[in-house]
C-alpha cells in the first residue's frame, strides 16, 4: 500500500486527474454543442484513447522530473521524496519508459496514423519535451516555464486536432462551427498557458532556496523575487482584462450566470492572488499563492458547463 500511495504521488494524481476532466469537459461541453451530429456519431473510443495518451504522457513528465530533481528536492521538498527513498532509480526510469511508449501507443490507436500523424508527432515531441526540460530547460530562465505552459495547452489543443485530418481540403475547408471551434479551443488553450506560466514562476519563487544552491537560473534567482513578482503580476493583470472583457461579450448574449460565475470564482479569486503575491515573501506563503492559481485553474475548467447550456 506505501508503495501504491508513493507512485501515485511521484505520478502527481490530483494532476493528472486535472487533465481527465479538462478534456472530458471539452469535449462533452464543447465539441459535443459545437458539432452535435458528429458527437453522437463518433466512435468514443477515440477520445478514451487521447485521454489515455494525454495522462500517461504528463505521467510518465512527472517521473522524469522527480528523476531529476532528487538533489533540489532534498532541499525544497525533503518530506514529499519518493525517488530513491521508497522507488529505487532504476524502477523510476523503467515507469517513465513504460509510460511514455503507452502514450505514444495508444495515440496511434486512437486515429488512422496517415490521417493524424500530426498528434503522433505532437505527442512524440511532448515526451522529448519533458524530457530535456526535466535535464535542461527547468533550470534556465523563462524557458523551462514557456515549455510546460505550451505543453499545459497542448492538453486542450490535442482535442481540436484530432477532429480534422491534416489535408488541403480539410485545411481550405472554413465554416461556421469550425471556426467557431477554433475560437474556444484557442480560448481555453491561452487561459490555460497563462495561468500555467504564471504558476511556473511561483513555484520557482517557493523553490528558490533549492535552485539556487544547484546552479539553476530561474528566474527569480537572475532577475530577483521583485521583477518575478513584477513578471508575473503584468500577466495575471493582462488575464483579468481579457477576462472582464470577455464577460461584456457574454452578458450582451444574455449570459448572465456564466459571467456572475467567472466575476466571483474566476476574476475575484485572481485579484485575491494579486494581493498575496504582493504579501508573499517566504516559501511557505508563494505556495499558498500556488494553491490559490491551482484553484483558479479548476474553476476555469468548470466553466465549460456553460457551454453545455449555452452553445
Known sequence: MKLISAFLRLVRWPNLVFIIITQFLFEWCIYARVYPIEFESSNHFQFLFILLASVLIAAAGYIINDYFDQNIDQINK??????????????VIFWHMVLSLAGLFFTMLALPIQLYWHLVLGNLGAILLLWVYSTNFKKQLLIGNIIISLLTAWVILILFFAKFPLLLNELLLVDHDKVRFFRLSILY???????????????????????????????????????????????????????????????????????????????????????????????????????????????????????????
Not at 448574449?253 to 494581493?275: M, N, T
Open 78 to 91: 525533503p518530506d514529499k521524496m519518493v525517488v530513491n527513498t521508497i522507488i529505487n532509480r532504476r524502477w
Open 189 to 311: 488553450a491561452s487561459f490555460a498557458f497563462i495561468i500555467s506560466l504564471v504558476r511556473e514562476v511561483v513555484k520557482d519563487m517557493e523553490d528558490i532556496e533549492g535552485d539556487q544552491k544547484y546552479g539553476c537560473t530561474t528566474m527569480p534567482i537572475v532577475w530577483g523575487i521583485r521583477a518575478s513578482k513584477v513578471f508575473v503580476a503584468v500577466w495575471m493583470v493582462v488575464l483579468i482584462a481579457a477576462l472582464i472583457i470577455l464577460q461584456f461579450y457574454v452578458l450582451g448574449l444574455g449570459w448572465w450566470q456564466s459571467a456572475l460565475y467567472c466575476f466571483v470564482l474566476i476574476i475575484l479569486p485572481l485579484l485575491v492572488i494579486l494581493k498575496k503575491l504582493y504579501q508573499a515573501n517566504s516559501p511557505e506563503s508563494f505556495h499558498t499563492v500556488s494553491t490559490w492559481i491551482k484553484l483558479v485553474m479548476f474553476t476555469g475548467i468548470v466553466a465549460m458547463l456553460f457551454f453545455r447550456f449555452y452553445l
